[in-house]
């Protein structure tokens, strides 16, 4: 078996503690984007995970929007949710709150907890792939599992 990055481990590490039993790939190549992750599986792009963060605009709180990769989330739709607006995390944030860089931000495993939201699309597939903390890296996985790792809220986000 090879030997996962450091980031990818964590999140292997993660999913095995939680008595996940999915697996960890590191794919050559990238998976950073939406298209470049479906390319890379063989997938549709609806069936990539992106994991968006965001913060909130005046308590400053990570917000994890959990997005199908075919899908542009609608800010101030999860402002509503939350009762208060959002605006984009910067890089140094996202690393901050979650403990990985953007373009490898997976749904679970955070440094921090997020308040996270769940694109209701991704419940129409069988199987969807996450990243798994860099920008080669990602596991497979049910939008029944994908609830039930992160507890999050599933609601529409376009």
Same mark, same amino acid.
């Given at each position: 078996? &090879?030997? =996962?990055s450091?980031s990818?481990?964590?999140v292997q590490?993660f999913?095995v ?6 697996k960890v %790939?590191e $794919?050559p190549?990238s998976t950073?984007?939406a %298209?470049?992750a ?6 549709d792009v ?12 005046? *308590?400053?709180?990570? %917000? =994890?929007?959990v ?5 542009r989330v609608? &800010?101030?739709?999860?402002g509503?949710?939350? /009762? &208060? ?6 890089? &140094?944030?996202?690393r901050?709150? *979650?403990?990985?860089?953007?373009? /490898?931000v997976?749904?679970?495993g955070?440094a921090?907890?997020? %308040? ?5 699309d991704l419940?129409k ?5 996450a990243?798994? /903390?860099?920008?080669h890296?990602?596991?497979? $996985?049910?939008?029944t599992?994908?609830?039930? =790792?992160?507890? /999050?809220?599933?609601?529409s986000?376009?």
């Amino acid at each position: 078996m &090879e030997q =996962l990055s450091s980031s990818a481990n964590k999140v292997q590490e993660f999913l095995v503690n939680l008595g996940f039993d999915r697996k960890v %790939v590191e $794919l050559p190549g990238s998976t950073r984007t939406a %298209v470049e992750a479906a390319t890379a599986i063989g997938c549709d792009v609806a069936q990539i995970v992106k994991s968006l963060v965001f913060m909130c605009a005046d *308590t400053k709180e990570p %917000v =994890l929007v959990v997005a199908s990769g075919s899908n542009r989330v609608n &800010e101030r739709m999860i402002g509503d949710y939350l /009762g &208060e607006s959002i605006v984009k995390a910067s890089a &140094e944030f996202v690393r901050q709150k *979650t403990g990985y860089g953007i373009g /490898g931000v997976p749904p679970v495993g955070h440094a921090n907890r997020l %308040v996270t939201f769940i694109d209701e699309d991704l419940l129409k597939h069988p199987e969807i792939w996450a990243a798994a /903390g860099t920008p080669h890296a990602v596991f497979p $996985l049910t939008p029944t599992n994908l609830v039930e =790792l992160t507890g /999050g809220r599933v609601v529409s986000i376009k």
